[in-house]
């Protein structure tokens, strides 16, 4: 749906016809494989296990309910990004409809945190036992090498970041194609238990097993909205945008089911929960002659590409919440000719490495989705109260009931997080406050004087 009202306000459409110091090299097709390489990745190749410990084994249960989930906070983001297509993403949505610049910073923030503790989490899976089969390191160092080798690609540029995401995305798509083929062939000759996928753990009641290995699956799902924070870089992004997104989110879902059904049928529960290399456990029971080198080395390149893209959204938010005074100016730096936020990737490399010490992948995967729930929760009502901010320029409008199952949706969520996971996320809140309160002090913020400007007389030009 679109909306076509005469323009109040000239942000929407000023947002892809000004200049930007980005380069818009990123096609529909290739948004397309970045939001699918973000969304496929470590959730299914180092969490699986998890999840199957938590539901049992109907493992694609939780998977498909997450989906659902996912795609209603995706229509808020698939109206607002064409509405705003602006770096900063859930950051620019805030400031826009609440114009408090606290919250705006809290929101940013979040989806900061969150992607910069995403990145440490995936750096862990990288370094766990899919590394292992080949090298025997320290985890903690191996994750630290591979968060400067993430940097060093991202530092390169977007279209370097993006090719490489191609092959990468390609990839990882296989080496879950390769699991449901094998476990087609387990079945074949007899030795899989398909009625597995319909089995619930026995210690709890099977919806309650089901909503809390969703809080685990919904993780899987969650890199749809990084796609938010490259927007500005997308060409004709008010028209590929939804279609990229709502794409690669089911083609995504499927994978998952599939994958959940052919993980369950040849892998007990138990078996997968005691594994880090979860899918790993497929290949060896399959025995049909894949190396486990091969499908290791398969679940590295999956695991890789989602901390590329995570730290490629990371840096484009903290490029663009510098640039709207969220954040100290010196983040707003772009490396010339390459045309890439180098001082972000360099603070964002560096916070993901001190935080990959500091808890294991599903720790710090729950702490991602909590800090996300309370972004999603804020970009859901945006899109509500934002609807008074007509434009002249098509873009997609959602369902008014879709945010606001959304927002219930958030909440439920929220209501199986443990204790731990609420601390942890308030320390990394308390240190954003902190950071808030001394750009304050020291006059850094640009955000008092960015809030009260209002382009409401600026000419809209077409969008770009």
Aim: charged share 15%; proline share 4%; glycine share 10%.
């Amino acid at each position: 749906m679109t909306d076509n009202q005469p323009a109040e306000s000239g942000d929407a459409a000023s947002a892809t016809g000004e200049k930007t110091p980005l380069k818009r090299a990123i096609t529909g097709k290739l948004l397309f494989l970045f939001i699918l390489g973000d969304v496929l990745g470590a959730g299914i190749y180092a969490l699986v296990g998890e999840v199957g410990g938590k539901v049992g084994g109907a493992i694609w249960v939780p998977l498909a309910l997450a989906l659902v989930m996912a795609l209603l906070t995706a229509a808020s983001y698939a109206e607002l990004v064409t509405k705003y297509p602006r770096a900063g993403g859930a950051a620019v949505f805030a400031r826009k409809a609440y114009r408090v610049p606290l919250v705006s910073f809290l929101v940013g923030f979040c989806m900061l945190a969150a992607g910069v503790t995403s990145a440490a989490g995936l750096a862990l899976a990288f370094s766990g036992d899919y590394l292992q089969i080949f090298l025997d390191v320290p985890t903690t160092v191996a994750a630290l090498v591979f968060l400067l080798a993430v940097a060093a690609i991202n530092g390169r540029g977007i279209s370097e970041s993006l090719r490489a995401n191609v092959a990468m995305t390609v990839i990882e798509v296989s080496g879950l194609v390769l699991i449901v083929v094998l476990a087609g062939i387990v079945l074949a000759r007899g030795d899989g238990e398909p009625q597995r996928v319909v089995e619930f753990d026995s210690s709890t009641t099977p919806a309650l097993a089901v909503l809390g290995a969703a809080l685990l699956a919904y993780y899987s799902f969650v890199g749809f909205e990084t796609s938010a924070n490259i927007a500005e870089e997308v060409r004709d992004v008010r028209r590929v945008y939804p279609k990229a997104l709502f794409g690669s989110m089911l083609a995504a879902g499927v994978v998952y089911v599939l994958v959940g059904l052919a993980v369950s049928v040849v892998v007990s529960p138990d078996q997968l929960a005691g594994s880090s290399g979860p899918l790993l456990e497929v290949v060896s029971i399959a025995d049909v002659g894949v190396p486990d080198k091969l499908f290791s080395l398969i679940a590295l390149i999956a695991v890789a590409n989602g901390a590329l893209l995570t730290m490629i959204m990371a840096s484009r938010l903290t490029f663009g919440m510098a640039r709207d005074g969220l954040l100290p100016p010196v983040l707003d730096r772009v490396l010339p000719g390459r045309q890439t936020p180098w001082t972000a990737i360099i603070a964002t490399t560096a916070v993901a490495m001190v935080l990959s010490a500091t808890g294991s992948v599903a720790a710090l995967a729950e702490t991602v989705v909590l800090l996300l729930l309370f972004v999603f929760i804020s970009t859901n009502v945006a899109v509500l109260v934002l609807r008074r901010d007509r434009t002249d320029t098509d873009h997609f409008r959602a369902p008014t009931v879709l945010p606001v199952l959304a927002v219930g949706t958030c909440i439920v969520l929220m209501t199986q997080q443990t204790a731990a996971t609420w601390l942890r996320a308030a320390i990394l809140i308390g240190v954003g406050l902190a950071l808030y309160a001394l750009a304050r002090l020291t006059g850094s913020g640009r955000h008092t004087s960015e809030e009260e400007h209002d382009d409401r007389d600026e000419p809209a030009p077409a969008a770009g």
